[in-house]
């Protein structure tokens, strides 16, 4: 079966999509109706951008879903997609490939999210770690035995963990799992504790956006960050698309069910290469690769 999975934040890079654009009609189409919905020209910032200026979160976050969705679309018949899953940001993608969402609704919701976050990530300072080399459930007992704010937020592969929360909290949570053995435990340089309690009030915000939207049948599966299994129900794909902002992405979890229920073909649709280094550590004998427009 074919699976496509799509990039979520730390994927973008200076000069994204600018290929697409001076390629296929389509994309140009598509790009100029985003600058229109978003009310500036994102297009600008992909194409000739800053690094500086495409890591701020109202820019990466669409940057990254355009990209992704665009290439999807471009490809034309040969995307057919019989599952789909996106690492946290990318899950809204991975609704738009698989027909929940129309692509001006994603977008929408996609700019909401950033924004939402940001203002977050303002209310009260707070920070995400790297945890290397440590099983889960070790990282899961340091979480729960250091004060504050501190949890597990991204199970990326095996020996991968990102931990999140308060900045103290996180600090300690280092030093400790340092002790324990970890290869490293280092903070990342982020604008707040994504997946976490401390995105609450993004959540309340973004569940009103979620709510008025329109979701359809899905014409395949996604694989929910939240619940790591198969999902089909529209109304299901909402709740767990709003729980997802303070609960921790299940990707390794996603990986592997979508690889019992048949997938054996990945393909990795958006910039970069994340989630391809990351489907090696989960299981090596699988076909993945990286989606093309020539």
Not at 20 to 30: D, F, H, M, R
Not at 50 to 71: D, M
Request: aromatic fraction near 6%; charged fraction near 25%; proline fraction near 5%.
């Amino acid at each position: 079966m074919k699976a496509y999975i799509f990039p979520g934040q730390g994927a973008q890079f200076t000069g994204m999509g600018l290929d697409l654009y001076e390629k296929s009609p389509i994309a140009q189409e598509l790009f100029e109706k985003a600058n229109d919905i978003l009310g500036f020209s994102i297009t600008d910032i992909m194409f000739e951008g800053t690094a500086e200026e495409l890591k701020q979160t109202k820019v990466t976050q669409p940057a990254i879903f355009l990209h992704s969705v665009i290439l999807a679309k471009v490809l034309g018949d040969s995307f057919k997609p019989e599952m789909v899953a996106g690492h946290s940001l990318g899950e809204l993608s991975a609704l738009v490939a698989n027909g929940v969402l129309s692509f001006e609704d994603g977008l929408r919701l996609v700019s909401k999210r950033a924004l939402a976050m940001q203002k977050a990530c303002e209310i009260q300072p707070s920070t995400m770690a790297a945890v290397l080399g440590l099983e889960d459930n070790v990282v899961e007992e340091v979480c729960e035995e250091v004060e504050g704010v501190v949890v597990a937020a991204n199970y990326n592969c095996p020996g991968q963990l990102v931990i999140s929360g308060q900045i103290e909290a996180i600090e300690k949570a280092c030093e400790i799992l340092k002790e324990k053995g970890a290869r490293r435990a280092m903070v990342l340089p982020v604008g707040g504790a994504f997946h976490s309690p401390m995105m609450e009030p993004a959540r309340e915000e973004l569940a009103k956006a979620i709510e008025e939207t329109q979701f359809n049948e899905p014409t395949c599966p996604v694989y929910q960050n939240v619940v790591a299994k198969a999902v089909t129900d529209p109304k299901e794909i909402k709740e767990n698309l709003i729980s997802q902002l303070t609960a921790p992405v299940k990707w390794t979890q996603c990986v592997q069910a979508m690889i019992n229920d048949g997938g054996t073909e990945f393909t990795e649709v958006g910039p970069g290469k994340i989630l391809l280094g990351l489907m090696r550590k989960i299981d090596r004998s699988v076909d993945a690769s990286l989606a093309k427009f020539e």
